[in-house]
């Protein structure tokens, strides 16, 4: 049986989920999204995507056709309809179709679209040994173009960050800010340990407000490991103990290098593998 995608209010074969080509979404990648996982059943933290998706509309002026309890019902109803317990939850609201030419006033009937999959991860010895990441000579947007707090339809800065990533053979890469200080990765959330403490670029850095990233403090502080949030260097990561990043689809993923050169001793470290294993414990359900 075909997955079916809820696309204008109805449960679409994935075949037939389309949408104009006049959409500014596709034209000017005019449109806000949220990657969410659903784990045994559960969709996790589903009112802080929710809100988030929302947020991100009303800083780009969109409004979205249905209310926030509509918009969870209908994630849960794709589940449901698709039968995934485990599952990977694209939402995506696109200003709609209109006639070329920048205007959003010239769009109609913004798309809502709820895609449900099965999650590609990364591979397993990742988690076990650490990724290799590059600091991409792409900066993150500036916050006073295009806030990085928006999840919008237009991510081509961090998938030019992302293919020099690739280029250099490397899964992530990290972005600096404008100011060249610590942003985040492509697609993740970066933290450091140093002599037992963690620290991670405050949201004003110019970043996405991670949904795993809160978790992941709020979980490292209820073990007892205390979290700073400030202005950090690259310089930070070549001299930190650990390293790690957080997102919806990777959760916890160690990094041991940063351009070439090994962090801390190269090894995956105590603190990174205990909060992965905490937060899968969490996500799943199972006590901490
Ligand atoms: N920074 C950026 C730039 C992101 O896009 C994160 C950090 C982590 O945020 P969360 O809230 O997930 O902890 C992201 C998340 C996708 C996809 O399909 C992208 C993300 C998340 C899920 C799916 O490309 N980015």
């Known amino acids: ?45 589903m009112k802080e995507h929710v809100d988030r998706l929302y947020e991100s509309a009303r800083a780009i002026h969109l409004v979205i056709p249905m209310t926030r309890d509509e918009m969870a019902r209908a994630i849960e109803d794709t589940l449901a309809i698709n039968n995934f317990t485990d599952a990977y939850i694209r939402l995506v609201v696109t200003r709609g179709a209109g006639s070329l030419g920048l ?3 010239r ?53 030019m960050a992302k293919i020099e990533g690739t280029n250099a053979g490397c899964l992530e890469a990290l972005m600096l800010n404008h100011s060249g200080y610590v942003a985040e990765c492509t697609g993740d959330n970066i933290f450091i340990v140093k002599k037992g403490v963690i620290h ?31 202005t950090m260097e690259r310089h930070d990561i070549l001299t930190a103990d650990e390293c790690f990043l957080t997102g919806t689809a990777a959760e916890v993923i160690p990094v041991t290098k940063l351009d070439g050169r090994p962090i801390g001793d190269g090894e995956v470290g105590p603190i990174s593998r205990k909060l992965r294993s905490a937060y899968g414990k ?6 901490v």
């Not at 209010?9 to 996982?37: M, N, P």
């Not at 769009?107 to 990724?131: F, H, K, M, R």
């Not at 795993?212 to 979980?219: E, F, M, N, S």
């Not at 969490?282 to 006590?287: A, L, N, Q, S, Y």
């Open 282 to 287: 969490m996500v799943r359900g199972e006590t």
């Open 107 to 159: 769009t109609t009937d913004p798309q809502v679209i709820i895609i449900t999959d099965s999650i590609s991860l990364y591979p397993e010895e990742y988690y076990e040994n650490g990724l290799a990441i590059i600091t991409a000579g792409t900066i993150r947007n500036h916050p006073a173009a295009l806030s990085p707090r928006i999840k919008s339809l237009n991510y081509l800065n961090n998938i």
């Open 103 to 105: 205007d959003p006033r």
């Open 200 to 230: 991670t670029p405050s949201i004003d850095a110019g970043i996405l407000d991670g949904i795993t990233r809160q978790a992941v403090i709020d979980l490292a502080t209820s073990l007892g490991i205390a979290v700073v949030e400030r």
């Open 1 to 45: 049986m075909s997955l079916k995608v809820y696309i204008g209010g109805k449960f679409v074969d994935k075949e037939d989920a389309k949408i104009s080509v006049y959409d500014h979404g596709l034209l000017y990648g005019d449109g806000v999204f949220e990657g969410i996982r659903s784990y045994a059943g559960k969709v996790f933290r």
